[in-house]
């Protein structure tokens, strides 16, 4: 009993360290992060995703030290993911294409663009979707696996011209 009630105490350790561990390298991460050109959405979505990874690798790690069969939670884990990722196949392919727009930025809030044959001027762009706002008012929502997917025109607005006297 007394084995057990180490490897328990040992299972605790790597999951408490892993609490204090995953704050630490969320924190190197930004900072990295911070001295790149990537987008501050971007930045902040990695920075947000990096404790949780580390406490989950850390359960595991856990897990396994107390004596659970770690390839049994990993197939029920896998089989978990497959059925999760056909269910939320439409949504994770908009959140793709929001990084692909976010990494790109083809246009920006303000420009007026026609995506997915619609015409408008750009309101928001966000991880699942664009907003435009149409010439009679309406507001559009269009998914951004739509807009990745089809031509888009943005209008390059004229350069001013000063005319010398």
């Known amino acids: 009993m007394s084995a057990f009630l180490w490897d328990l105490l040992s299972a605790a350790?790597?999951?408490?360290?892993?609490?204090?561990?995953?704050?630490?390298?969320?924190?190197?991460v930004g900072s990295v992060l911070a001295q790149t050109r990537v987008d501050p959405m971007?930045?902040?979505?990695?920075?947000?995703?990096?404790?949780?990874?580390?406490?989950?690798?850390?359960?595991?790690?856990?897990?396994?030290?107390?004596?659970?069969?770690?390839?049994?939670?990993?197939?029920?884990?896998?089989?978990?993911?497959?059925?999760?990722?056909?269910?939320?196949?439409?949504?994770?392919a908009n959140l793709i294409a929001g990084g692909i727009l976010f990494s790109r930025r083809p246009f920006r809030v303000g420009d007026r663009v026609e995506l997915a044959g619609i015409e408008g001027t750009v309101v928001g762009i966000g991880w699942l979707s664009v907003l435009l706002d149409e010439?009679?008012?309406?507001?559009?929502?269009?998914?951004?696996?739509?807009?990745?997917?089809?031509p888009m025109r943005i209008r390059i607005p004229e350069p001013e011209t000063t005319e010398m006297p």
Do not use: E, M, Y
């Open 13 to 28: 350790a790597i999951v408490g360290a892993s609490l204090f561990v995953g704050g630490w390298i969320a924190g190197i």
């Open 42 to 92: 971007v930045r902040a979505l990695l920075v947000r995703l990096t404790k949780p990874l580390v406490i989950g690798i850390a359960i595991v790690a856990a897990l396994s030290q107390i004596g659970v069969d770690i390839r049994v939670l990993l197939a029920i884990l896998a089989a978990g993911a497959l059925a999760v990722g056909l269910a939320l196949q439409g949504p994770v």
């Open 135 to 150: 010439a009679d008012g309406t507001r559009v929502v269009l998914p951004n696996r739509t807009v990745t997917a089809q």
